[in-house]
């Protein structure tokens, strides 16, 4: 079946370590992006790529990092420096972006929790 | 800048009652769109429709209904005759018709139906 995976669904690290949370599509889908969920605030963008080897920053990237070196995945990695890291984190994709809207597809998420 | 509001936080109804979940927004640009998710217990959300800002029409998809009022900046949706499967966080979202990267969610409405 077609769709998004997220692995793990639950993380725990220690506050100073750095994590990476796995994100792939096998919807053949160009844009992908990354949000975070936290209770009573809904969505916020933390970074996209609508290519492959391209990505820009979203509304909340200060303290996360991310690499599209495949068309399938798109890896959130959440440094040291992410000040409030544990949060829902959900990976989205769509066909296509720029000046034409296509839904976003979302995958189960990764709960992190930071100690 | 962009901006949803869900005023309803939490929704609890009976089973087979009528419920009414609202959006309003606020936006700058002349054409935008406005959508709907559904995010179940399990975490991912479920896209259910997108309304470009120029089409108006009210439109229903089974016992779901969605009310697109642009003199009001509101974007309705209605369950009639609500079941248990419809307990779910709604988010209700906004993005604009030149990328569809920076899409702006509402903070969401808790909907629980009790049987």
């Known amino acids: 079946d077609g769709g998004i995976t997220q692995s793990p669904k639950y993380l725990f690290r220690k506050e100073g370590q750095n994590v990476t949370l796995s994100c792939e599509q096998n919807?053949?889908?160009?844009?992908m992006y990354w949000y975070r969920q936290d209770p009573g605030q809904g969505l916020r963008l933390i970074y996209y790529s609508q290519i492959v080897n391209d990505f820009q920053k979203g509304d909340i990237a200060e303290g996360y990092s991310v690499s599209r070196e495949k068309k399938e995945s798109f890896p959130l990695t959440v440094t040291s420096a992410q000040k409030n890291p544990t949060a829902f984190y959900l990976c989205?994709?769509?066909?296509?972006?720029?000046?034409?809207?296509?839904?976003?597809?979302f995958g189960p998420g990764t709960r992190l929790t930071v100690t | 800048a962009q901006k949803v509001t869900q005023a309803q936080t939490e929704i609890s109804v009976v089973e087979k009652e009528d419920v009414t979940l609202d959006c309003v927004y606020e936006?700058?640009?002349?054409?935008?769109?406005l959508f709907w998710y559904k995010q179940p217990p399990s975490g991912e959300l479920v896209f259910l429709i997108r309304r470009n800002s120029f089409d108006e029409q009210n439109e229903i998809s089974g016992r779901y209904s969605w009310n697109f009022q642009k003199s009001t900046s509101s974007f309705n949706f209605t369950i009639t005759a609500s079941q248990v499967v419809d307990s779910a966080v709604y988010f209700c979202g906004l993005g604009s018709n030149f990328g569809n990267e920076k899409l702006t969610f509402g903070t969401g409405t808790r909907l629980t139906i009790i049987p």
């Open positions: 989205a994709s769509s066909i296509g972006s720029g000046d034409t809207y296509y839904e976003q597809y």
């Open positions: 936006t700058r640009d002349t054409t935008y769109y």
């Open positions: 919807l053949n889908h160009d844009a």
